[in-house]
Nanobody
């Protein structure tokens, strides 16, 4: 059974930093696509940052240059370093993973989310 558990959310002032973690169990992080989504209140879920099996990384335009996604395969853990946070970054952040070997990176495994609040 695959489980993804996020941590590291919290409240920061604009301009601050947070690092989110996603610990995967029952899943080998080196074999599948993993990434981060976010959803703010009253808004649709938004893609944030992703990494595939080969290590290719994709960022949403809104976070490029501020957020960094990384993965520690030895720990089966995905990270999201968020710097220069803006009020508009406030959202529930979700970790997601695709089935190992899925070339299309269809995200079928989801964590419960961790809340990020950014105050002005």
């Amino acid at each position: 059974q695959v489980q993804l558990e996020e941590s590291g959310g919290g409240s920061v002032e604009a301009g601050g930093s947070l690092t989110l973690s996603c610990a995967a169990s029952g899943y080998t992080s080196s074999r599948g696509c993993m990434g981060w989504f976010r959803q703010a209140a009253g808004k649709e879920r938004e893609r944030v940052a992703f990494t595939d099996r080969e290590g290719s990384i994709t960022y949403a335009d809104s976070v490029k240059g501020r957020f960094t996604i990384s993965k520690d395969n030895a720990k089966n853990t995905l990270y999201l370093q968020m710097n220069s946070l803006k009020v508009e970054d406030a959202a529930m952040y979700y970790c997601a993973a695709a089935k190992p070997g899925d070339y299309w990176c269809r995200y079928v495994y989801w964590g419960q989310g961790t809340q990020v609040t950014v105050s002005s």
